[in-house]
T-cell receptor, first 114, second 114 residues
Framework: DQQVKQNSPSLSVQEGRISILNCDYT??????FLWYKKYPAEGPTFLIS???IKDKNEDGRFTVFLNKSAKHLSLHIVPSQPGDSAVYFC?????????????WGLGTSLAVNP | SAVISQKPSRDICQRGTSLTIQCQVD?????MFWYRQQPGQSLTLIAT?????????ESGFVIDKFPISRPNLTFSTLTVSNMSPEDSSIYLC???????????FGPGTRLLVL
């Protein structure tokens, strides 16, 4: 059972436009969420995170929104750049017991076209 | 952030053999983790490598198949034993202060078992 779901395997956007990557989760014990970016032949790189006490966190061009009632988060990239083309993983964890480990989504492959 | 290297970066192995993957960090870290990413799948935590004691394995992973060593706070090895084609995967080590904190990943080891 996939506790963290990224339902869009791929996304294509034009350079300069907004990229919106979505993530849904099922475990109500999750209280910390992260986004990672992965280029081919490299390990995932941390991008941005958000805890459940917030509904928005912004870092430069990257903003993560959390909707706890819907168990949904999204990553917005504005403006998108060709260098943003990568696979983006959503991950979540709780703060106790077996929920403490990171649970990962399958990833969304983003292509930003010049 | 820590700088993490892994050896080998890739390998092709025959079934029934074993491969040891090394993970070296440029600074002392509290937690080291080993992940697997099978084709088309998300990252799955294999185990937490504990310094000076036995690793903590996740459900579905056992020490006989994936023995782990962590002799100090900067180095760990993962052995994939008695390999079968189902072990073909990317193996990643990561480090972080704790489960729920940001983790930093090595570049990964791409393993193909024939």
């Amino acid at each position: 059972d996939q506790q963290v779901k990224q339902n869009s395997p791929s996304l294509s956007v034009q350079e300069g436009r907004i990229s919106i990557l979505n993530c849904d989760y099922t475990n109500s014990m999750f209280d910390y969420f992260l986004w990672y970016k992965k280029y081919p032949a490299e390990g995932p790189t941390f991008l941005i995170s958000i805890s459940s006490i917030k509904d928005k966190n912004e870092d430069g061009r990257f903003t993560v929104f959390l909707n706890k009632s819907a168990k949904h988060l999204s990553l917005h990239i504005v403006p998108s750049q060709p260098g943003d083309s990568a696979v983006y993983f959503c991950a979540a964890s709780g703060n106790a017991g077996n929920n403490r480990k990171l649970i990962w989504g399958l990833g969304t492959s983003l292509a930003v076209n010049p | 952030s820590a700088v993490i290297s892994q050896k080998p970066s890739r390998d092709i192995c025959q079934r029934g053999t074993s491969l040891t993957i090394q993970c070296q960090v440029d600074s002392q870290v509290t937690m080291m983790f080993w992940y697997r990413q099978q084709p088309g799948q998300s990252l799955t935590l294999i185990a937490t490598a504990n310094q000076g004691s036995e690793a903590t394995y996740e459900s579905g992973f056992v020490i006989d198949k994936f023995p782990i060593s962590r002799p100090n706070l900067t180095f760990s090895t993962l052995t994939v034993s008695n390999m079968s084609p189902e072990d073909s995967s990317i193996y990643l080590c990561s480090v972080g202060p704790d489960y729920q904190e940001t983790q930093y990943f090595g570049p990964g080891t791409r393993l193909l078992v024939l």
